[in-house]
């Protein structure tokens, strides 16, 4: 990975000079393995843990896990969170034996004031099929979608559908579905759906939360 930059300036313009690298196509038909990214933080300080966590996509079982921890070098500025917590994803997805199919961030794809967020960045910089589901919204506007496990909604930006809006639990908040890179929305609502069974954020984002906070408190 070159050398990332340490201004929000210099974060801007690399992520309006990559965005036009985004390829919105169709995710994989049958994808085997699906793996979720996550970054913990410690509090008052600017220690990170990354979790990558590899599911089978058929059963949801663990197939690998990894992580690794670190000192977020960039500021704290909003929208370009990537930039805090990309070098120790990369480095908690290099330890992998095991290719994911998909990669799912928790957090934002097109859905991003410069179309760039982290699933973006990390799909170029892994060139895995990506996609981000996230739990809160960050920009754009939305009709409430319907009630039902499987409705959604578009979720647009100055007339742009950047995302959509998605149920996946009948009477529960929706999350926020959007394209990181080798994906398109169709694909990315799809498997959003089938990785949450249960509970309203997928599996994949479930176990790479959970040991992301592990990895954080061992140190």
Partial sequence: ???????????????????????VSPGPTNPRTVAGLDV??????????????????????PVQQATATGLATFPYVPGLFAFRE??????????????PDVLVCDGQGLAH????????????ETGLPTIGVAKTLFI?????????????????????????VLRTRAGVKPVFVSVGHRF???SATELTLALTPRYRLPETTRAADQLSRLALRAG
């Fill in 40 to 61: 913990a933080y410690a509090d008052g300080s600017d220690r990170v843990a990354a979790a990558v966590v590899v599911l089978d996509a058929g059963n949801l079982l």
């Fill in 86 to 99: 990309l070098p120790t994803l990369l480095e908690a997805l290099a330890q992998l034996t095991v290719t």
């Fill in 140 to 164: 754009g506007e939305y009709e409430e979608p319907g009630d039902q496990r499987g409705d959604w909604s578009p979720l647009t930006d100055g007339g742009e559908v950047i995302g959509r």
């Fill in 1 to 23: 990975m070159p050398a990332l930059p340490t201004t929000a300036e210099e974060a801007v313009a690399l992520q309006r000079a990559l965005r036009h690298q985004v390829e």
């Fill in 184 to 186: 398109d929305l169709d």
């Fill in 113 to 124: 004031p410069e179309r760039f967020g982290l699933a973006c960045h990390v799909g170029l």
